[in-house]
Protein backbone atom coordinates (compact mmCIF):
# COMPACT_ATOMS: atom_id res chain seq x y z
CA UNK A 1 0.00 0.00 0.00
CA UNK A 2 1.14 3.39 -0.28
CA UNK A 3 1.27 6.55 1.46
CA UNK A 4 -1.92 8.09 0.26
CA UNK A 5 -3.92 4.90 1.59
CA UNK A 6 -6.96 6.20 3.67
CA UNK A 7 -6.02 4.23 6.11
CA UNK A 8 -2.60 5.03 6.06
CA UNK A 9 -3.42 8.90 6.17
CA UNK A 10 -5.89 8.62 9.24
CA UNK A 11 -3.54 6.38 11.06
CA UNK A 12 -1.20 8.76 10.74
CA UNK A 13 -3.35 11.80 11.92
CA UNK A 14 -4.25 10.31 15.36
CA UNK A 15 -0.58 9.59 15.82
CA UNK A 16 0.77 13.02 15.23
CA UNK A 17 -2.14 14.30 17.47
CA UNK A 18 -0.74 11.54 20.12
CA UNK A 19 3.05 11.63 19.54
CA UNK A 20 2.99 15.61 19.47
CA UNK A 21 0.14 16.74 20.11
CA UNK A 22 -0.70 18.48 16.99
CA UNK A 23 -4.18 18.78 15.43
CA UNK A 24 -4.47 18.33 11.99
CA UNK A 25 -7.89 18.69 10.21
CA UNK A 26 -9.35 17.56 6.70
CA UNK A 27 -8.05 20.69 5.14
CA UNK A 28 -4.29 19.57 6.28
CA UNK A 29 -4.44 15.90 4.52
CA UNK A 30 -2.44 17.18 1.42
CA UNK A 31 0.14 18.33 3.85
CA UNK A 32 0.10 15.26 6.49
CA UNK A 33 0.09 13.32 3.03
CA UNK A 34 3.43 14.88 2.04
CA UNK A 35 5.32 14.44 5.13
CA UNK A 36 3.92 10.80 5.62
CA UNK A 37 5.51 10.41 1.74
CA UNK A 38 9.05 11.60 2.80
CA UNK A 39 9.14 9.67 5.60
CA UNK A 40 8.20 7.02 4.06
CA UNK A 41 10.98 7.14 1.39
CA UNK A 42 13.54 8.47 3.97
CA UNK A 43 13.00 5.14 6.26
CA UNK A 44 12.11 2.66 3.31
CA UNK A 45 9.80 1.16 5.06
CA UNK A 46 6.17 0.77 4.17
CA UNK A 47 2.95 2.26 5.45
CA UNK A 48 2.06 -0.51 7.92
CA UNK A 49 5.49 -1.09 8.69
CA UNK A 50 6.43 2.77 9.27
CA UNK A 51 3.06 3.18 11.15
CA UNK A 52 3.41 0.55 13.48
CA UNK A 53 6.72 1.58 14.22
CA UNK A 54 5.95 4.68 15.75
CA UNK A 55 2.69 3.22 17.45
CA UNK A 56 5.23 1.33 20.04
CA UNK A 57 5.03 2.37 23.35
CA UNK A 58 8.54 4.15 23.01
CA UNK A 59 8.11 5.39 19.48
CA UNK A 60 12.16 6.01 18.41
CA UNK A 61 13.29 9.12 19.39
CA UNK A 62 14.76 10.34 16.12
CA UNK A 63 12.23 9.59 14.06
CA UNK A 64 9.94 11.92 16.46
CA UNK A 65 12.38 14.66 15.98
CA UNK A 66 12.12 14.14 12.12
CA UNK A 67 8.20 14.26 11.85
CA UNK A 68 9.03 17.44 14.57
CA UNK A 69 10.95 19.37 11.27
CA UNK A 70 8.35 18.00 8.64
CA UNK A 71 5.06 19.21 10.56
CA UNK A 72 6.49 22.21 12.24
CA UNK A 73 6.99 25.66 10.55
CA UNK A 74 7.97 28.16 13.18
CA UNK A 75 7.22 31.65 10.80
CA UNK A 76 7.88 34.39 13.11
CA UNK A 77 10.25 37.87 13.27
CA UNK A 78 11.66 40.28 15.68
CA UNK A 79 8.82 42.07 18.04
CA UNK A 80 6.03 39.98 16.62
CA UNK A 81 3.18 42.02 18.43
CA UNK A 82 5.41 44.94 19.88
CA UNK A 83 1.99 45.78 21.86
CA UNK A 84 2.84 43.04 23.64
CA UNK A 85 6.44 44.03 24.55
CA UNK A 86 5.29 47.69 25.25
CA UNK A 87 3.09 45.59 28.19
CA UNK A 88 6.38 43.36 29.16
CA UNK A 89 8.36 46.44 29.36
CA UNK A 90 6.29 48.77 30.91
CA UNK A 91 3.62 46.51 33.44
CA UNK A 92 5.15 42.63 33.55
CA UNK A 93 8.58 43.58 34.58
CA UNK A 94 8.31 46.22 36.88
CA UNK A 95 5.95 44.57 38.58
CA UNK A 96 7.71 41.22 38.69
CA UNK A 97 11.13 43.32 40.04
CA UNK A 98 8.68 44.82 42.70
CA UNK A 99 7.89 41.74 43.76
CA UNK A 100 11.09 39.97 43.52
CA UNK A 101 12.43 43.04 45.21
CA UNK A 102 10.33 42.56 48.31
CA UNK A 103 11.75 38.46 48.81
CA UNK A 104 15.02 40.31 48.41
CA UNK A 105 15.97 38.57 45.36
CA UNK A 106 17.05 40.51 42.50
CA UNK A 107 16.59 37.92 39.45
CA UNK A 108 13.94 37.38 36.90
CA UNK A 109 13.56 34.11 34.78
CA UNK A 110 11.82 34.09 31.34
CA UNK A 111 10.25 31.54 29.15
CA UNK A 112 9.96 31.47 25.06
CA UNK A 113 7.77 27.93 24.96
CA UNK A 114 7.74 27.10 21.14
CA UNK A 115 10.11 29.95 20.68
CA UNK A 116 10.73 28.49 16.70
CA UNK A 117 14.26 29.88 15.09
CA UNK A 118 14.94 32.30 17.89
CA UNK A 119 13.25 35.85 16.87
CA UNK A 120 10.98 35.78 20.03
CA UNK A 121 13.32 34.85 22.78
CA UNK A 122 16.29 37.12 21.34
CA UNK A 123 13.35 39.98 21.21
CA UNK A 124 12.94 39.29 25.15
CA UNK A 125 16.58 40.03 25.71
CA UNK A 126 16.39 42.68 23.81
CA UNK A 127 13.23 43.95 25.52
CA UNK A 128 15.01 43.19 28.57
CA UNK A 129 17.80 45.09 28.02
CA UNK A 130 16.00 48.21 27.56
CA UNK A 131 13.32 47.66 30.55
CA UNK A 132 16.21 46.80 32.80
CA UNK A 133 18.47 49.62 33.83
CA UNK A 134 20.02 48.66 37.25
CA UNK A 135 23.27 46.44 36.38
CA UNK A 136 22.90 44.13 39.30
CA UNK A 137 19.62 42.38 38.42
CA UNK A 138 20.02 38.72 36.81
CA UNK A 139 18.14 37.53 34.06
CA UNK A 140 17.43 34.28 32.83
CA UNK A 141 15.70 33.69 29.11
CA UNK A 142 15.33 29.99 27.67
CA UNK A 143 13.78 29.60 24.42
CA UNK A 144 12.75 25.87 23.93
CA UNK A 145 11.00 23.81 20.98
CA UNK A 146 10.54 20.55 19.65
CA UNK A 147 12.01 21.30 16.43
CA UNK A 148 15.61 20.71 16.02
CA UNK A 149 16.86 22.41 13.06
CA UNK A 150 14.90 25.63 13.99
CA UNK A 151 16.77 25.31 17.37
CA UNK A 152 20.04 25.30 14.77
CA UNK A 153 18.92 28.13 13.48
CA UNK A 154 18.04 30.14 16.84
CA UNK A 155 21.75 29.67 17.77
CA UNK A 156 23.68 30.85 15.09
CA UNK A 157 21.03 33.71 15.46
CA UNK A 158 21.49 35.05 11.65
CA UNK A 159 18.42 36.28 9.78
CA UNK A 160 17.24 37.86 6.75
CA UNK A 161 16.44 41.27 7.26
CA UNK A 162 12.90 40.39 6.06
CA UNK A 163 12.70 39.44 9.95
CA UNK A 164 13.57 42.56 11.10
CA UNK A 165 10.80 44.43 9.26
CA UNK A 166 8.97 45.63 12.14
CA UNK A 167 12.08 46.75 14.19
CA UNK A 168 12.98 50.75 14.22
CA UNK A 169 16.45 51.58 12.68
CA UNK A 170 17.97 52.34 15.67
CA UNK A 171 17.06 48.89 17.12
CA UNK A 172 18.30 47.16 13.90
CA UNK A 173 21.89 49.56 14.63
CA UNK A 174 22.07 48.32 18.46
CA UNK A 175 21.44 44.94 18.03
CA UNK A 176 22.59 43.45 15.06
CA UNK A 177 25.39 43.74 12.55
CA UNK A 178 25.11 43.31 8.55
CA UNK A 179 26.16 40.11 7.51
CA UNK A 180 26.02 40.45 3.32
CA UNK A 181 22.30 39.34 2.50
CA UNK A 182 22.00 38.39 6.33
CA UNK A 183 22.00 40.09 9.62
CA UNK A 184 23.50 38.84 13.37
CA UNK A 185 22.35 39.10 16.61
CA UNK A 186 24.75 41.18 18.61
CA UNK A 187 26.96 38.78 20.91
CA UNK A 188 25.19 40.44 24.39
CA UNK A 189 21.72 39.27 23.36
CA UNK A 190 23.03 35.96 21.93
CA UNK A 191 24.83 35.28 25.11
CA UNK A 192 21.48 35.82 27.06
CA UNK A 193 19.61 33.44 25.64
CA UNK A 194 20.12 29.31 26.10
CA UNK A 195 18.33 27.29 23.86
CA UNK A 196 16.88 23.96 24.67
CA UNK A 197 15.35 21.02 22.42
CA UNK A 198 11.88 20.08 24.68
CA UNK A 199 8.46 18.34 23.91
CA UNK A 200 5.95 20.11 25.92
CA UNK A 201 4.21 16.99 25.06
CA UNK A 202 6.09 14.85 27.55
CA UNK A 203 5.69 17.18 30.40
CA UNK A 204 8.94 18.48 29.72
CA UNK A 205 11.73 19.21 32.49
CA UNK A 206 11.68 23.24 31.21
CA UNK A 207 7.85 22.87 32.70
CA UNK A 208 7.97 20.68 35.59
CA UNK A 209 9.58 22.16 38.18
CA UNK A 210 6.66 24.75 40.25
CA UNK A 211 7.24 28.53 40.69
CA UNK A 212 10.29 28.88 38.07
CA UNK A 213 9.40 31.14 35.71
CA UNK A 214 8.27 35.33 36.17
CA UNK A 215 7.26 35.63 32.32
CA UNK A 216 6.36 33.21 29.77
CA UNK A 217 5.74 33.74 26.16
CA UNK A 218 3.59 31.04 24.13
CA UNK A 219 2.34 32.48 21.34
CA UNK A 220 1.06 31.25 18.08
CA UNK A 221 1.27 27.39 20.12
CA UNK A 222 -1.73 26.42 21.90
CA UNK A 223 -4.24 27.29 18.70
CA UNK A 224 -2.76 24.07 16.76
CA UNK A 225 -2.97 21.74 19.93
CA UNK A 226 -5.89 18.96 20.43
CA UNK A 227 -8.62 20.47 22.91
CA UNK A 228 -6.36 17.50 25.37
CA UNK A 229 -3.07 18.79 24.12
CA UNK A 230 -4.24 22.29 24.79
CA UNK A 231 -5.68 22.20 28.41
CA UNK A 232 -2.20 20.27 29.58
CA UNK A 233 0.13 22.51 28.52
CA UNK A 234 -2.41 25.26 30.01
CA UNK A 235 -1.79 23.52 33.09
CA UNK A 236 1.82 22.91 32.87
CA UNK A 237 2.21 26.77 31.94
CA UNK A 238 0.31 27.91 35.39
CA UNK A 239 2.08 25.27 37.40
CA UNK A 240 5.95 26.32 36.40
CA UNK A 241 4.60 30.28 36.67
CA UNK A 242 5.38 31.69 40.11
CA UNK A 243 1.88 33.21 41.82
CA UNK A 244 1.45 36.57 40.20
CA UNK A 245 3.58 35.96 37.05
CA UNK A 246 2.39 36.74 33.37
CA UNK A 247 1.72 34.56 30.18
CA UNK A 248 1.40 35.92 27.05
CA UNK A 249 -0.41 33.78 24.16
CA UNK A 250 -0.74 34.58 20.90
CA UNK A 251 -3.06 37.14 19.10
CA UNK A 252 -5.63 34.68 17.75
CA UNK A 253 -5.76 32.57 21.08
CA UNK A 254 -7.39 32.51 24.59
CA UNK A 255 -7.46 30.61 27.89
CA UNK A 256 -10.98 30.60 27.41
CA UNK A 257 -12.32 26.75 28.00
CA UNK A 258 -8.39 25.79 28.54
CA UNK A 259 -7.53 26.78 32.57
CA UNK A 260 -9.03 28.81 35.32
CA UNK A 261 -5.77 29.76 36.55
CA UNK A 262 -5.24 33.04 35.24
CA UNK A 263 -6.95 36.67 35.57
CA UNK A 264 -7.25 38.49 32.36
CA UNK A 265 -5.05 41.56 31.60
CA UNK A 266 -5.81 44.55 29.61
CA UNK A 267 -3.03 47.09 28.63
CA UNK A 268 -1.28 49.14 25.81
CA UNK A 269 -3.85 47.71 23.63
CA UNK A 270 -3.31 43.92 24.33
CA UNK A 271 -4.66 40.82 26.29
CA UNK A 272 -2.47 38.62 28.04
CA UNK A 273 -2.33 36.76 31.96
CA UNK A 274 -1.37 36.93 35.34
CA UNK A 275 -1.24 33.83 37.35
CA UNK A 276 -3.50 33.88 40.10
CA UNK A 277 -1.89 32.72 43.50
CA UNK A 278 -3.79 29.15 43.72
CA UNK A 279 -3.76 27.20 41.03
CA UNK A 280 -7.51 25.10 40.40
CA UNK A 281 -7.13 21.25 41.31
CA UNK A 282 -5.55 18.88 38.62
CA UNK A 283 -7.23 16.99 36.37
CA UNK A 284 -6.65 14.47 34.60
CA UNK A 285 -6.69 16.21 30.90
CA UNK A 286 -3.85 18.15 32.92
CA UNK A 287 -2.02 15.15 33.10
CA UNK A 288 -2.72 12.86 30.09
CA UNK A 289 -2.82 15.87 27.31
CA UNK A 290 -0.06 15.81 25.13
CA UNK A 291 1.14 18.82 23.60
CA UNK A 292 4.25 20.25 21.91
CA UNK A 293 6.14 23.59 20.85
CA UNK A 294 6.53 25.00 17.54
CA UNK A 295 4.13 26.32 15.41
CA UNK A 296 2.51 23.86 12.72
CA UNK A 297 2.79 26.27 9.18
CA UNK A 298 1.54 29.04 11.06
CA UNK A 299 0.60 31.57 8.66
CA UNK A 300 2.38 35.90 8.97
CA UNK A 301 0.15 37.03 11.41
CA UNK A 302 0.20 40.97 11.26
CA UNK A 303 1.32 43.18 14.37
CA UNK A 304 -0.72 45.23 15.77
CA UNK A 305 -0.81 48.91 14.66
CA UNK A 306 0.93 51.89 16.02
CA UNK A 307 -1.22 54.28 17.66
CA UNK A 308 -3.65 56.57 15.17
CA UNK A 309 -3.96 59.27 17.42
CA UNK A 310 -2.09 62.17 15.84
CA UNK A 311 -1.45 65.32 17.73
CA UNK A 312 -2.68 67.31 15.23
CA UNK A 313 -6.00 66.47 15.13
CA UNK A 314 -9.00 68.38 16.32
CA UNK A 315 -9.90 68.49 20.14
CA UNK A 316 -13.78 67.52 20.29
CA UNK A 317 -15.13 70.63 21.29
CA UNK A 318 -17.33 69.95 24.59
CA UNK A 319 -20.75 72.30 24.50
CA UNK A 320 -20.44 73.01 27.86
CA UNK A 321 -18.18 73.68 31.08
CA UNK A 322 -15.27 71.59 31.73
CA UNK A 323 -17.31 70.47 35.03
CA UNK A 324 -20.03 68.81 32.15
CA UNK A 325 -21.13 65.65 33.31
CA UNK A 326 -19.10 62.58 31.99
CA UNK A 327 -21.70 60.56 30.55
CA UNK A 328 -21.85 62.88 27.91
CA UNK A 329 -18.57 63.06 27.04
CA UNK A 330 -18.06 59.45 26.69
CA UNK A 331 -21.40 59.56 23.95
CA UNK A 332 -19.57 61.56 21.39
CA UNK A 333 -17.05 58.91 21.21
CA UNK A 334 -18.26 56.81 18.15
CA UNK A 335 -15.81 56.95 15.38
CA UNK A 336 -13.05 57.18 18.01
CA UNK A 337 -14.41 53.79 19.36
CA UNK A 338 -14.38 52.34 15.81
CA UNK A 339 -10.67 52.92 15.22
CA UNK A 340 -9.61 51.34 18.69
CA UNK A 341 -11.65 48.26 18.56
CA UNK A 342 -10.54 47.53 14.96
CA UNK A 343 -7.11 47.80 16.11
CA UNK A 344 -7.43 45.84 19.48
CA UNK A 345 -10.28 43.21 18.25
CA UNK A 346 -9.35 42.63 14.83
CA UNK A 347 -6.11 43.73 14.26
CA UNK A 348 -4.83 45.44 10.77
CA UNK A 349 -6.14 44.26 7.60
CA UNK A 350 -2.88 42.23 6.27
CA UNK A 351 -0.73 43.89 3.74
CA UNK A 352 -0.40 40.06 1.96
CA UNK A 353 -2.72 37.38 1.46
CA UNK A 354 -3.38 35.75 4.96
CA UNK A 355 -3.06 31.68 5.79
CA UNK A 356 -5.80 29.91 7.37
CA UNK A 357 -6.74 31.77 10.48
CA UNK A 358 -7.71 30.39 13.75
CA UNK A 359 -11.53 28.80 13.86
CA UNK A 360 -12.36 31.30 16.11
CA UNK A 361 -11.32 34.23 14.67
CA UNK A 362 -12.28 32.98 10.85
CA UNK A 363 -16.05 32.78 12.69
CA UNK A 364 -16.50 36.03 13.90
CA UNK A 365 -14.26 38.65 12.20
CA UNK A 366 -16.92 39.07 9.31
CA UNK A 367 -19.72 40.26 11.45
CA UNK A 368 -17.21 42.70 13.49
CA UNK A 369 -15.96 44.51 10.95
CA UNK A 370 -19.41 45.27 9.70
CA UNK A 371 -20.32 46.03 13.49
CA UNK A 372 -17.22 48.42 13.42
CA UNK A 373 -18.42 50.27 10.13
CA UNK A 374 -21.73 50.79 11.84
CA UNK A 375 -20.44 51.83 14.76
CA UNK A 376 -18.40 54.51 12.55
CA UNK A 377 -21.47 55.95 11.16
CA UNK A 378 -23.14 55.84 14.70
CA UNK A 379 -25.92 53.21 14.41
CA UNK A 380 -24.83 51.55 17.42
CA UNK A 381 -28.48 49.25 17.54
CA UNK A 382 -27.53 47.23 14.66
CA UNK A 383 -23.43 47.04 15.58
CA UNK A 384 -25.16 45.87 19.23
CA UNK A 385 -27.56 43.55 17.14
CA UNK A 386 -24.38 42.35 14.95
CA UNK A 387 -22.19 41.60 18.30
CA UNK A 388 -25.28 39.28 19.93
CA UNK A 389 -25.46 37.41 16.92
CA UNK A 390 -22.10 36.15 16.97
CA UNK A 391 -21.45 32.39 18.04
CA UNK A 392 -21.72 32.02 21.74
CA UNK A 393 -18.09 31.31 22.22
CA UNK A 394 -17.04 34.81 20.72
CA UNK A 395 -20.09 36.41 21.49
CA UNK A 396 -18.92 35.71 25.50
CA UNK A 397 -15.44 36.31 24.94
CA UNK A 398 -13.96 39.46 27.13
CA UNK A 399 -12.97 41.36 24.17
CA UNK A 400 -16.18 41.15 22.63
CA UNK A 401 -18.00 41.88 25.95
CA UNK A 402 -15.73 44.78 26.07
CA UNK A 403 -16.90 46.44 22.92
CA UNK A 404 -20.70 45.67 23.66
CA UNK A 405 -20.16 47.87 27.30
CA UNK A 406 -18.12 50.43 25.94
CA UNK A 407 -21.09 50.80 23.01
CA UNK A 408 -23.66 50.54 25.50
CA UNK A 409 -22.21 53.07 27.43
CA UNK A 410 -22.10 54.90 24.61
CA UNK A 411 -25.45 54.95 23.81
CA UNK A 412 -26.72 55.38 27.82
CA UNK A 413 -28.03 51.87 28.11
CA UNK A 414 -26.45 52.19 31.21
CA UNK A 415 -27.56 48.64 33.03
CA UNK A 416 -26.86 46.52 30.14
CA UNK A 417 -23.40 47.97 29.82
CA UNK A 418 -23.21 47.16 33.74
CA UNK A 419 -24.32 43.52 33.06
CA UNK A 420 -21.60 42.78 30.18
CA UNK A 421 -18.99 44.65 32.70
CA UNK A 422 -20.35 41.99 35.00
CA UNK A 423 -19.82 39.21 33.04
CA UNK A 424 -16.55 40.06 31.77
CA UNK A 425 -15.50 40.41 35.82
CA UNK A 426 -17.29 37.15 36.56
CA UNK A 427 -14.39 35.38 34.06
CA UNK A 428 -11.27 38.19 35.38
CA UNK A 429 -12.08 40.47 38.84
CA UNK A 430 -8.84 42.20 37.52
CA UNK A 431 -10.18 43.69 34.05
CA UNK A 432 -9.09 46.85 34.89
CA UNK A 433 -11.24 48.22 31.32
CA UNK A 434 -14.43 46.93 33.02
CA UNK A 435 -13.96 48.68 36.60
CA UNK A 436 -13.82 51.67 34.77
CA UNK A 437 -16.70 51.53 32.96
CA UNK A 438 -18.98 50.63 36.00
CA UNK A 439 -17.36 53.60 37.29
CA UNK A 440 -19.14 55.73 34.97
CA UNK A 441 -22.18 53.81 34.76
CA UNK A 442 -22.60 54.45 38.87
CA UNK A 443 -22.20 57.98 38.09
CA UNK A 444 -24.96 58.50 36.23
CA UNK A 445 -26.92 56.47 38.63
CA UNK A 446 -26.41 58.69 40.99
CA UNK A 447 -24.09 56.21 42.87
CA UNK A 448 -21.18 58.56 42.86
CA UNK A 449 -19.61 56.71 46.10
CA UNK A 450 -19.78 53.66 44.07
CA UNK A 451 -18.15 55.17 41.22
CA UNK A 452 -14.92 56.21 43.06
CA UNK A 453 -14.92 52.81 44.08
CA UNK A 454 -14.57 51.56 40.87
CA UNK A 455 -12.26 54.17 39.45
CA UNK A 456 -9.92 53.21 42.64
CA UNK A 457 -10.18 49.56 41.76
CA UNK A 458 -9.43 50.17 38.21
CA UNK A 459 -6.03 52.51 38.88
CA UNK A 460 -5.13 50.32 41.30
CA UNK A 461 -5.41 47.25 38.81
CA UNK A 462 -3.60 48.98 36.11
CA UNK A 463 -1.64 51.91 37.67
CA UNK A 464 -0.52 53.12 33.94
CA UNK A 465 -4.37 53.86 33.42
CA UNK A 466 -5.00 57.37 33.32
CA UNK A 467 -9.15 57.63 32.87
CA UNK A 468 -10.01 55.89 36.35
CA UNK A 469 -7.47 58.74 38.25
CA UNK A 470 -9.19 61.71 36.17
CA UNK A 471 -12.49 60.28 36.26
CA UNK A 472 -12.00 60.03 40.27
CA UNK A 473 -10.32 63.74 40.81
CA UNK A 474 -13.37 64.96 38.93
CA UNK A 475 -15.39 63.29 41.29
CA UNK A 476 -14.04 64.46 44.25
CA UNK A 477 -13.93 67.83 43.17
CA UNK A 478 -17.74 68.01 42.83
CA UNK A 479 -17.98 67.06 46.34
CA UNK A 480 -15.36 69.75 47.52
CA UNK A 481 -12.86 66.94 48.45
CA UNK A 482 -9.82 69.55 47.22
CA UNK A 483 -7.23 66.81 49.03
CA UNK A 484 -8.56 63.68 46.75
CA UNK A 485 -8.76 65.46 44.01
CA UNK A 486 -5.45 67.03 43.92
CA UNK A 487 -3.89 63.72 44.09
CA UNK A 488 -5.91 62.00 41.85
CA UNK A 489 -5.46 64.36 39.08
CA UNK A 490 -2.00 65.04 40.30
CA UNK A 491 -1.43 61.60 39.29
CA UNK A 492 -3.79 61.77 36.19
CA UNK A 493 -1.67 64.75 34.82
CA UNK A 494 1.85 62.27 33.84
CA UNK A 495 -0.04 59.28 32.84
CA UNK A 496 -2.23 60.92 30.15
CA UNK A 497 0.91 62.62 28.63
CA UNK A 498 2.11 58.98 27.97
CA UNK A 499 -1.39 56.80 27.95
CA UNK A 500 -1.23 55.06 24.77
CA UNK A 501 -3.76 56.82 22.06
CA UNK A 502 -5.60 53.58 21.28
CA UNK A 503 -7.09 53.44 24.94
CA UNK A 504 -7.48 57.15 25.10
CA UNK A 505 -9.82 56.84 21.71
CA UNK A 506 -11.45 54.30 23.77
CA UNK A 507 -12.05 55.59 26.90
CA UNK A 508 -11.41 59.23 26.68
CA UNK A 509 -15.30 60.74 25.39
CA UNK A 510 -14.20 62.04 22.19
CA UNK A 511 -11.75 63.98 23.31
CA UNK A 512 -8.36 64.28 21.80
CA UNK A 513 -4.73 63.81 24.61
CA UNK A 514 -4.51 67.62 24.48
CA UNK A 515 -8.23 68.43 25.19
CA UNK A 516 -7.62 65.64 27.88
CA UNK A 517 -4.34 66.93 29.77
CA UNK A 518 -6.27 70.52 29.03
CA UNK A 519 -9.47 69.40 31.13
CA UNK A 520 -7.26 67.58 33.98
CA UNK A 521 -5.03 70.92 34.19
CA UNK A 522 -8.25 72.89 34.19
CA UNK A 523 -10.00 70.88 37.44
CA UNK A 524 -6.57 70.58 38.84
CA UNK A 525 -6.57 74.11 39.19
CA UNK A 526 -10.05 74.02 40.52
CA UNK A 527 -9.20 71.98 43.36
CA UNK A 528 -6.00 74.51 44.34
CA UNK A 529 -3.50 72.23 42.87
CA UNK A 530 -0.32 73.14 40.44
CA UNK A 531 -1.24 71.96 36.93
Known amino acids: MTAADPRHLERFRTGVARWLGLQFDEGKSALLHDALARRLKETGLGGAAYLERLERPEAPRVELRALARELTVGETYFYRNVAQFSALTEVVLPARMA ?20 EEPYSLAMAVRDG ?30 WSLRELPVDARQRWFHDRGREVEVVGAIREAVRF ?42 ARALVPGGYLFLGHAETLRGLSNDFHLCHTHGTFYYQRKETLAPDD ?58 AAALLGPEPSAPPG ?29 ALLRRLPEDAANSPEVLLLSAVLLTHRGSLSEAEAACARILEGDQRNASAHYLLALCRESAGDRRGALEHDQTAAR ?7 PRLHAGMLARRQDDHETARRELGQALPL ?31 AGGTP
Open 461 to 467: LDPTFAM
Open 284 to 341: ADARSGRATGSRPFAAPTAAPTVSRWRPDSPAASPSGPWSMEWMEAIRSSSERIATLA
Open 496 to 526: LLREEAERLSMFGGGFTRQALVTLCRAELAA
Open 356 to 384: PPAPDDEAKRPELREALALVAQEQYRDAL
Open 196 to 237: EEHNLADDSPVLRSPDSYDVVFCRNVLMYFTPEGARAVARRL
Open 99 to 118: ERARNHTRALSLLSAGCASG
Open 132 to 161: ITEPDWEVSIVGVDINPSALEKAARGRYST
